[in-house]
Nanobody, 125 residues
Framework: QVRLVESGGGLVQPGEFLRLSCAAS????????MAWFRQAPGHEREFVAG??????????DYGDSVKGRFTISRDDATSTLYLQMNSLKPEDTAVYYC????????????????WGEGTLVTVSS
């Protein structure tokens, strides 16, 4: 069983930044796609950012609302996924989830194979 554990959430003011981490552990982690999703109260879970990789290629995707502000990255040595969130806005307030898919997974919740339990990000003055 693969376990994903998020950390780094908290309360920040508009315009500030946060860096989320997602540590993967458990049986050999063979996924080649990982992503961040978020869910605000009363809203559906939303794709934030994702990365697909192979031996030679790494592809990054972002949701429209975070392009230019958020950056996803992955440390191959530790299988840790990161989300650097800059210029945070109140509408970024949500529980952020780390997820891992498989080859061919689309960036939709139903295609993700493993999920973390989430970390809360609150942006408020």
């Amino acid at each position: 069983q693969v376990r994903l554990v998020e950390s780094g959430g908290g309360l920040v003011q508009p315009g500030e930044f946060l860096r989320l981490s997602c540590a993967a552990s458990g049986r050999p982690f063979s996924s080649n796609s990982m992503a961040w999703f978020r869910q605000a109260p009363g809203h559906e879970r939303e794709f934030v950012a994702g990365v697909r990789w192979s031996a030679r290629i790494r592809n990054f995707d972002y949701g429209d609302s975070v392009k230019g502000r958020f950056t996803i990255s992955r440390d191959d040595a530790t299988s840790t996924l990161y989300l650097q969130m800059n210029s945070l806005k109140p509408e970024d307030t949500a529980v952020y989830y780390c997820a891992a898919g498989r080859t061919g997974s689309r960036w939709v919740p139903g295609d993700m194979r493993y999920w973390g339990e989430g970390t809360l990000v609150t942006v408020s003055s």
